[in-house]
């Protein structure tokens, strides 16, 4: 027999690659696992029995709850029992994977491309701990580049024409230094109460000097959500104001749901 070989079939290349092949199973195993520790297991539209969805694990199964050690101190398990949205909605056609038709004002109950997910409700930070997105009286070293548009008391309209209110402020990605929502004043509204809204969703132009956002009606405008608080923003009211942007091109005019033909 060769040298290193145990017997004229067996020798140590052979056991050597079968023990390759063995570890790389046993990873890919492992990797597979450890991404179903969030959102697992699916929900899937197919009932079971009489009461229930069925829910899709697949192979291999769901890895035992790990505790995960955040900043600040705080620890969340994984995997872990998800909270679900209550959705006012009902399948367009008795079949799995139906799309849903909104029962309420989608917008407000987010359905469709107005969904959005039960993030954390907190501010997003940096990792120094300081806010990510802050309006820009907060942080005076910041400015507009000087050859900008002035956005600063711009007028702002709906989708329909109307003026809806004024640009009170910006809010800023203290991170990445970049403007991510306009602070909006109602002032045709006789409180006068501000809200925000996206900056990827608005246009505007300098001659006149106004600024369009496309997505919403002025009546829609007026029920955008408002954050709790004046000067932070929580993930989940991000999640669910760019969403409710996002819902108006499809829900701001009743006959964008019609079909094309």
Excluded at 5 to 16: K, V
Excluded at 99 to 114: E, F, K, S, T
Excluded at 198 to 216: D, G, I, K, V, W
Aim: net charge negative.
């Amino acid at each position: 027999m060769p040298v290193g070989a145990f017997t004229e079939q067996l020798d140590l290349p052979l056991l050597l690659v079968i023990a390759f092949f063995l570890f790389f199973l046993g990873l890919v195993f492992y990797l597979r696992q450890e991404d179903k520790r969030e959102g697992y297991p699916l929900q899937s539209d197919r009932p079971r029995g009489t009461a229930g969805r069925v829910a899709v694990v697949g192979f291999p199964p769901l890895p035992k709850p790990k505790t995960f050690l955040l900043r600040g101190g705080k620890t969340v398990l994984a995997p872990r029992a998800q909270r679900e949205r209550e959705l006012n909605a009902r399948p367009a056609y008795a079949f799995p994977g139906a799309p849903l038709m909104p029962l309420g004002d989608p917008l407000l109950d987010g359905i469709g491309p107005a969904s959005y997910a039960l993030k954390a409700d907190e501010p997003d930070r940096t990792y120094d701990g300081d806010l990510k997105m802050v309006p820009m009286r907060d942080r005076p070293q910041y400015r507009l580049e000087d050859t900008d548009i002035d956005l600063f008391g711009m007028q702002v309209f709906a989708a329909d024409g109307p003026q809806v209110g004024i640009v009170h402020d910006l809010w800023i990605n203290a991170h990445e230094y970049f403007v991510r929502y306009v602070e909006v004043e109602l002032t045709e509204e006789p409180d006068r109460r501000r809200l925000l809204a996206p900056y990827a969703f608005c246009s505007f132009s300098e001659r006149p000097r106004r600024m369009n956002f496309p997505t919403l009606t002025r009546e829609q405008f007026l029920r955008v959500p408002i954050v709790a608080e004046r000067d932070s923003i929580t993930m989940r009211e991000e999640d669910r104001i760019n969403g409710y942007f996002a819902g108006g091109t499809l829900y701001a005019k009743s006959g964008d749901q019609s079909p094309f033909l």
